[in-house]
Nanobody, 113 residues
């Protein structure tokens, strides 16, 4: 059964940076669009960004200019480089495919001074 494993979260101060990874254990990674979502405490999970199979990137307005999404097809891994993190970015970050599979455990990002 294919799995998605998120990693790279942590506790950072406002203005800090983190790089999240999403490793896909299934096949055909290079043919898929891949998505990042996040769920803040007490809120619904929300879409954050996605990257198409040919590398086109789409991000929500609140993270444009701060976050970058990328992928390495040889490693079947997607990344989210997060710079200038703010407290409102605090959430559990999840990834999924364009044809969703069961969610992974996510990775916690906490931005606090």
């Amino acid at each position: 059964q294919p799995q998605l494993v998120e990693s790279g979260g942590g506790l950072v101060q406002p203005g800090g940076s983190l790089r999240l990874s999403c490793a896909d254990s299934g096949d055909a990674f290079r043919t898929r669009s891949m998505y990042w979502f996040r769920q803040a405490p007490g809120k619904q999970r929300e879409y954050v960004a996605h990257i198409t199979s040919d590398g086109r990137a789409y991000l929500i307005n609140s993270i444009k200019g701060r976050f970058t999404i990328s992928r390495d097809n040889a490693k079947a891994t997607m990344y989210l480089q997060m710079n200038n993190l703010q407290p409102e970015d605090t959430a559990i970050y999840y990834c999924n495919r364009d044809s969703p599979i069961p969610w992974g455990q996510g990775t916690q990002v906490t931005v606090s001074s």
